[in-house]
């Protein structure tokens, strides 16, 4: 049945003839454990400086699929992987790719904030210092530039030295985005950014978003569908590891092509 | 009627009773240790009065009240009565050959607390108690009422005093100027040893040695004279500075300035003086050096022993542990191999300490130590430098004792650490070991000093694998003075919790070194929690700085 339904997804998209590609999977499939594939023959196509947002039922893979763009399943014992990422047509699973400038490249925000125990003007300037950066004044130039993006510049420039600890939650998280748009990523990978969060946050961070995708490809997994539709250019529908359908979301929203996509955005199941 | 009954024991009342009883006593026995051995243990430096006790067998005794119990005597008919005495303090060992003694209390006919009775704490023999009859400087003989001669008394102490130290700067001069000298002596009699057998070149450096040493000679003796000149004119003048002093049963002794520690009229001290008293010797325990093998004196050596070992210790086991935790817990592949390898790490901290002091002996003494000595300090065997017991070999031996702790509290501290932020860490680009050092390891320093806390209260009280890799019951020289490299860990040193076994079961003279055991042991109480304090301290810094992340 899965196979049937995924069949020849990309091609049906229109719209994305006129988009450049950046991140590709190839037949993609993951597994946690060898018995059971997390993510099944996974093909899609992500286009740059645009939302893309993933949906689906709990478990369906989307966070799974996320993971793999910026390969933070390895951290995971004893998972496997076959198929092709590409990101700007080179495959991410070859050995002579370095980690550290893929992260680098790929920059990640998670689910619950996790600020480090540190001082606000630290969390941010955290990346650019492990990648080698040490001169004060284009930290300080990084620092303001990313908090000005994650639009918290306002609301800290006065305790910069004060433990990220004490921000309130929303301003945790957008410490977080902050702290990836320091290392200056092409691609911004968000793993449910505002599940956490109460509506006020969650209306900043979608905000924040609005103003990156005019520099930045941003990936972002939600299971709030009002979510997606009000943030994403593109929706893909995941189920049970596959994936079902992938558009542009007003299309994806108002006319889906796949029955289980229609039952799924109009709450039938899910 | 069973219904109740039931209901108590389901509802657990006696278990939450037992538990309650199971902390009282726990609680209580740890109390009444501490309180026996701090009135015991402060009890000791309260300058107490002296008592003359005129006996119905014409004996007199003067000294300090110490004991009193019943003791059941039987005449052989099978009665017994209990008779009731007393221990008194008499001091004046060189007089009676003891310093205690046991009085029946039916045989006293007089007690009273003779006004001018003196203490004297002597250099040797222990306290002395008597008058003072007259007090002699230099050729001049001084008898006078009590008072005048208690405050001449006083001076002359301070004058003798003033020529000890003179004594003792003059001999350190002494020891200077024949420093080469002995130098130059000691290299000739190691070439002599085997004079039969030396190459050319070796006969040639004794000649050369030789005429170095007449030289040496030469050049020093005029000043060597005029040293000891000054040495016999200084120990002459401090010969004629004695004091007469009469016992209670009569007997005079003579008792040279030189041999006076401090002396003091008990009896005629108000609350305050006393308080005085009692301050100054509390100081004199813990600042100054022991005497009468250990039995008197100060206990300052092995306050500093114990205190740099445990530093050192701390120095040597933190790191190691950290390390072999870090390595355990991020990189060495999660197995039945790392399994086995905790298991092992946990086991070793059961081990008897006495196995790691002989692994101490064997591998760092024997082993490392003679190394050392073959490559470094070659010239000086067959006498060992670092092939002997020292104050490196003890530490590193306890820091493998208390590895085992910090290995488990840092790897507790490590799982502590959200695997949220070692993810975060990784996403920015990190590499792992950055990741380690700038995320997990300030994270899990809180667990890394609850580790050095466990080590230091293992380590501070450990006597057993001490003995055998370097402690002693009296060091010469102090592991840091103000002589080049100031740290000398090859030397031996003294050590609260072993001055506590040798002053207790070692020594000669052991009812005069029970305080002396009971204030040790409360200084070693002390030291130890004042180190776990200090760690506690950090720690609590630590962890405002690293609260976990909660909203």
Known sequence: ?270 | MRQPIKNYFKKGDPYILLTTLGLILSLGMVAWLILIILVKGLGIFWPSDLVKLDLKNDKVYMGELWNSTFEKTGDGSGKFKKVAKTQLKIGNRDVYGFDFTWVEDSLIRNKNYPEYATVFERVEYGNLYGFIKSVNIIDNKIESDNDTIFYKCRNTLSYANELKDTSDYLNTEYNDLLAPLNDIQRKISLLKMNEGYLSTKDKRKLEDLQYEEKKVKEEIEPKEILLNEKLNKNRNKLAKLYLLVETADGQQIKLPFENIVKFYQPNRMNVFEKGLQYIGSLWEFVSGDPRESNTEGGVFPAIFGTVMMVILMSIFVVPFGVLAAIYLNEYAKQGPLTRIIRLSVNNLAGVPSIVYGIFGLGFFIYVLGSSIDQFLFADKLPEPTMGTGGILWASLTLALLTLPVVVVATEEGILAVPRANKEGALALGSTKWQMIRRIVLPNAMPGILTGLILAISRGAGEVAPLMITGVVKLAPNLPFDTSFPFFHFDRKFMHLGFHIYDVGFQSPNVEAAIPMVYSTALLLIVVVVLLNLLAIYLRTRLKNKYKSASF
């Open chain 1, 1 to 270: 049945m899965a196979v049937n339904l995924s069949g020849a997804v990309t091609n049906k998209i229109n719209h994305l003839q006129n988009e450049k590609i950046v991140i590709e999977t190839k037949n993609l499939n993951f597994y946690y454990t060898p018995e059971k594939a997390a993510l099944k023959n996974i093909n899609i196509q992500i286009p740059e400086k645009k939302v893309t947002a993933f949906i689906g039922p709990s478990g369906c893979g989307k966070s799974t699929l996320l993971r793999t763009f910026n390969r933070m399943n390895d951290l995971i014992l004893g998972t496997s992987l076959n198929g092709e990422v590409l990101i700007d047509g080179n495959n991410i699973f070859h050995p002579e790719v370095h980690l550290e400038d893929l992260r680098k490249k790929v920059g990640m925000v998670f689910q619950k904030s996790n600020p480090f125990p540190m001082s606000i003007k630290e969390n941010v300037i955290f990346g650019p210092q492990v990648n080698g950066e040490s001169k004060q004044s284009v930290l300080d130039g990084i620092l303001e530039s990313a908090l000005v993006q994650a639009d918290l510049w306002r609301e800290v420039k006065d305790r910069l030295n004060e433990s990220a600890l004490d921000l309130s939650g929303g301003q945790q998280q957008r410490l977080c985005i902050a702290r990836a748009l320091a290392n200056k990523p092409d691609i911004i990978l968000m793993d449910e950014p505002a599940s956490a969060l109460d509506p006020i946050s969650t209306g900043k961070i979608e905000e924040t978003i609005e103003e990156l995708r005019n520099n930045y490809t941003v990936v972002i997994v939600t299971h709030n569908m009002q979510q997606a539709a009000r943030v994403s250019d593109y929706t893909a529908f995941m189920m049970m590891g596959e994936l079902i359908e992938f558009n542009d979301t007003n299309t994806l929203f108002t006319t889906p092509n796949k029955p289980l996509t229609e039952e799924y955005i109009t709450g039938r199941f899910g």
